[in-house]
């Protein structure tokens, strides 16, 4: 049975509306939106996108997630990866689903930060003869987001581009196998990130060594 939260009208609050609306206003950024069109049914690719504990396994923008489904009013808790390897973070993210239409678009708002807000949907739209558009759309605001507007712009695009390519690692897939459910997707590689930290942590036990050994 499909693991989703349906809403015949999205969520909201009084606050959520104020903050919508001075986003559709706001000239802080123009939004970072992209789509790649797959040879998945809509219904099937939904079914899938819907496990988000599963996204790290598919989208290589992500590291970790928490929640299994996406229900509507519920907090989403997530890590995503860095925007290149070698970078020293994992970035946790916190959010608000505002919207869940079922085989159309889930939608998040992030308000965790002070002088932060930004709002991220992921959709699919189903084009016919077992094809659908996969996207993304994301935009951000506020005095925080301007202070460092610089990385959270490359950081939307970065989610946006790995988001597309983890569509058509799903379309490789279910071509090979026409299905994609859970057993088939690659399995998350932690290894990278865990050798990456163990050096970190001996280079910096042999500099610690080599001040107090002078």
């Known amino acids: 049975m499909a693991r989703w939260a349906v809403s015949l009208r999205p969520y909201r609050s009084k606050m959520t509306l104020y903050t919508t609306q001075a986003l559709e206003q706001s000239s802080d950024m123009t939004p970072v939106a992209g789509s790649v069109e797959v040879n998945i049914p809509a219904d099937v690719l939904w079914e899938c996108f819907t496990h988000a504990d599963s996204w790290p396994r598919w989208n290589p923008c992500m590291f970790w997630v928490r929640n299994r489904d996406l229900t509507l009013g519920q907090p989403l808790v997530w890590a995503f990866e860095p925007i290149r390897w070698w970078y020293l973070y994992k970035l946790p993210g916190l959010a608000t689903i505002v919207e869940v239409e079922q085989n159309r678009k889930v939608t998040w708002e992030v308000t965790a930060l002070p002088g932060f807000f930004a709002r991220h949907t992921y959709f699919v739209e189903d084009l016919g003869g077992g094809r659908s558009r996969f996207g993304s759309w994301e935009q951000a605001m506020g005095p925080t987001f301007r202070l460092l507007k ?16 983890g569509a058509q690692v799903l379309e490789t897939i ?41």
């Not at 712009?153 to 790995?162: L, N, S, T």
């Not at 279910?174 to 998350?188: A, C, E």
């Not at 932690?190 to 970190?200: D, G, N």
């Open 150 to 165: 610089w990385f959270w712009v490359v950081h939307f695009v970065f989610v946006k581009d790995r988001s597309l390519t």
């Open 174 to 214: 279910y071509q090979r196998t026409g299905r994609i459910d859970l057993p088939d997707l690659p399995p998350k590689n932690y290894w990278p990130s865990l050798l990456l930290l163990l050096a970190v942590l001996v280079a910096i036990f042999v500099i610690l060594r080599g001040l107090f050994n002078r």
